[in-house]
C-alpha cells in the first residue's frame, strides 16, 4: 500500500492539473511495483479521472473502482444509478463510461446539491464530524434522484459517505464502491495463476 497525501492529491485538484495527479498515482504504483505487488487498486473515486494520462505506462493491471461498481450494479440488476462523491467525480466521466459500457444510465445530484455535498465531505466527513443534518442532506438528495430521476439505486463514490450512509437509512440501495472494489481486490488476489 502506497500513497501520498490528499493534501498534496488536492493541490493538484484545485489547479485542474489532472496530469499532476496522474503522475502521482504513476509514483505509487511504480514504488508497488517495485515492492512485488501483482496488480493495483485506489479506493479513491475522484482521482480515477487522472488515470488515462497514465495507463500506458502502468507496470501492471489496475482494477478500475467504477468498473466494479457496474459490474456490481449489473449483477444486483439495477438499471438507473445516482452517482454521488467529490464535485470533481459527480462532474466527471468517470463513472458515466463505465456504466454506460455495461447499458446503464445514470442521473446526478443537482449543480447546487453537488456544491453542498463536497461541502459536507471537505468541510466535516473528513474530519470525523458526522452532523445529523448533513445525513438529512444526502438522504433528500437521494429521494429526489429517485423520485425525479428514476434511480433505482446510488454509487456511495467517496469513502467518506458510507460513514453516514449506507442500506440501513438510504431511500436507495447503496453501491459502496469502497468495499466493492475490496471485494473485486479479494476475489483478483486469490484467483489461481493462468
Known sequence: ??????????????????????????????????????????????????L???????????????????????????????ITGTRWLVESVVYPEKLAARGLTYACPTAAEREEINRIIFEELVYGIFKPEAL??????????????????????????PLILDDSNSPLPTLDSTRLLARAALRRAVEEPA
Open 1 to 50: 500500500m502506497h500513497t501520498h497525501s490528499l493534501a498534496t492529491y488536492m493541490k493538484c485538484i484545485y489547479r485542474g492539473d489532472w496530469q499532476g495527479v496522474g503522475e502521482l498515482m504513476l509514483s505509487s504504483a511504480d514504488k508497488l511495483a517495485k515492492s512485488g505487488a501483482d496488480f493495483l487498486i485506489c479506493p479513491d473515486n475522484t482521482i480515477h479521472q487522472a
Open 52 to 82: 488515462a494520462y497514465v495507463e500506458p505506462r502502468l507496470k501492471l493491471p489496475w482494477l478500475h473502482i467504477a468498473e466494479a461498481v457496474a459490474a456490481q450494479a449489473v449483477e444486483r440488476g439495477y438499471r438507473c444509478i445516482g
Open 136 to 161: 438529512a442532506y444526502f438522504q433528500r438528495v437521494l429521494r429526489r434522484m429517485k423520485d425525479d430521476d428514476g434511480c433505482d439505486a446510488v454509487i456511495l463514490g467517496c469513502t467518506e459517505i
